[in-house]
T-cell receptor, first 112, second 115 residues
Framework: EDKVVQSPLSLVVHEGDTVTLNCSYE??????LLWYKQEKKAPTFLFML????IEKKSGRLSSILDKKELSSILNITATQTGDSAIYLC????????????FGTGTRLQVTL | EAQVTQNPRYLITVTGKKLTVTCSQN?????MSWYRQDPGLGLRQIYY???????DKGDVPEGYKVSRKEKRNFPLILESPSPNQTSLYFC??????????????FGSGTRLTVV
C-alpha cells in the first residue's frame, strides 16, 4: 500500500521567516509527486514533480524531489500571513493510477 | 469558469436518512473521484470513475455508492448514513486518470454531519 508521511505536523513562524516542509513516500513504481495548498476548503495545486522534472519554483515557493531518498521538500521564503494553510503532499504510482495518495498535511501558521 | 461544483456545502442529517451529494464539472474531464478528509487521516479516496459508466472502489468505499451516467456528473450516495461518516468530502476531477498535468481540480467541499 502506498504511503505518504509529512513533517512537521504543524509549525508556527514569524512573517519573513523561511520554512521547509518535508514529505517522504513509499509507492509502487513512482510516477509523480504533487504539492497542494489548502486554506479554508478545497486544496489548490502548487507543483508536480516527476522523474524528468525534479525541481520546480514559483515566486517564493520551490520544491525539490529526491528520488534516491524517496522524499520531497517544499520551501517557502520570506513567508507572509497569506501563506498560512495546510500543505498537502500526494504521490501517484503506476500501481495506483486510479488515485493520488495523500499525506496528512503540514499546518503552517505565519504570524506578524 | 472551469470548476468542480459540489452541493450542498454544509449538511446536517440524522442516522439512516438517505442523502446524495452532487458533483458536477464543466471541463469535459474523464476522471472523477470522491475523497473524505478527517483529522489525522488526511484525504482518503472513496470511489473513482475513469469515464462514463466506469466506476471503482477506492480505499474507503463502505457505506457509499456512486454513479456516472453522464460525463459531467458524479454523485455520492449515502444510503444509510452513520455518525462515522461525519467528515469533509471533496469531489475532484482530472482530464484523465492521474497524473494529469495539474493533478486534480477539487470542488469546494461538503461538510457533512450525521447525528
Amino acid at each position: 500500500e502506498d504511503k505518504v508521511v509529512q513533517s512537521p505536523l504543524s509549525l508556527v513562524v514569524h512573517e519573513g521567516d523561511t520554512v521547509t516542509l518535508n514529505c517522504s513516500y513509499e509507492v509502487t513504481n513512482f510516477r509523480s509527486l504533487l504539492w497542494y495548498k489548502q486554506e479554508k476548503k478545497a486544496p489548490t495545486f502548487l507543483f508536480m514533480l516527476t522523474s524528468s522534472g525534479i525541481e520546480k519554483k514559483s515566486g517564493r515557493l520551490s520544491s525539490i524531489l529526491d528520488k534516491k531518498e524517496l522524499s520531497s521538500i517544499l520551501n517557502i521564503t520570506a513567508t507572509q500571513t497569506g501563506d498560512s494553510a495546510i500543505y498537502l503532499c500526494a504521490v501517484v504510482g503506476t500501481g495506483t493510477a486510479s488515485k493520488l495518495t495523500f499525506g496528512t498535511g503540514t499546518r503552517l501558521q505565519v504570524t506578524l | 469558469e472551469a470548476q468542480v461544483t459540489q452541493n450542498p456545502r454544509y449538511l446536517i442529517t440524522v442516522t439512516g436518512k438517505k442523502l446524495t451529494v452532487t458533483c458536477s464539472q464543466n471541463m469535459n474531464h474523464e476522471y472523477m473521484s470522491w475523497y473524505r478528509q478527517d483529522p489525522g487521516l488526511g484525504l482518503r479516496q472513496i470511489y473513482y470513475s475513469m469515464n462514463v459508466e466506469v466506476t471503482d472502489k477506492g480505499d474507503v468505499p463502505e457505506g457509499y455508492k456512486v454513479s456516472r451516467k453522464e460525463k459531467r456528473n458524479f454523485p455520492l450516495i449515502l444510503e444509510s448514513p452513520s455518525p462515522n461518516q461525519t467528515s469533509l468530502y471533496f469531489c475532484a476531477s482530472s482530464l484523465r486518470g492521474p497524473p494529469a498535468p495539474y493533478g486534480y481540480t477539487f470542488g469546494s467541499g461538503t461538510r457533512l454531519t450525521v447525528v
